[in-house]
Nanobody, 118 residues
Framework: QVQLVESGGGLVQPGGSLRLSCAAS????????MSWYRQAPGKERELVAT????????NYADSVNGRFTISLDNAKNTLYLQMNSLKPEDTAVYYC???????????WGQGTQVTVSS
């Protein structure tokens, strides 16, 4: 059974930090490109960061570049998102996504809420 389970969300003050985790199981984690998305109330889901398996390159949305870092631990089948200097506009439900275009398979987690507020 495929599972992506996010954790680490919560309430944090502006300027604070959080680290999100996404634990993967039920598929070959190492051959999937991994991404973080977020969806704020009343808005469409947007790409936050992605990390490829080929060369391990990462890309970020302009709004988070320089503040967020995406990383992987293949031994633990876990994806991370380190979020620093958080702003109220970062408030959203954060989702992890696994993609393998060759296999034409995509998996989503259930999401974790991040609220940035004083």
């Amino acid at each position: 059974q495929v599972q992506l389970v996010e954790s680490g969300g919560g309430l944090v003050q502006p300027g604070g930090s959080l680290r999100l985790s996404c634990a993967a199981s039920g598929f070959t984690f190492s051959v999937y490109a991994m991404s973080w998305y977020r969806q704020a109330p009343g808005k469409e889901r947007e790409l936050v960061a992605t990390i490829s398996r080929a060369g391990g390159s990462s890309n970020y949305a302009d709004s988070v570049n320089g503040r967020f870092t995406i990383s992987l631990d293949n031994a633990k089948n876990t994806l991370y998102l380190q979020m620093n200097s958080l702003k109220p506009e970062d408030t959203a439900v954060y989702y992890c996504k696994a993609d393998n275009s060759f296999l034409a398979r995509t998996y989503w987690g259930q999401g974790t809420q991040v609220t940035v507020s004083s």
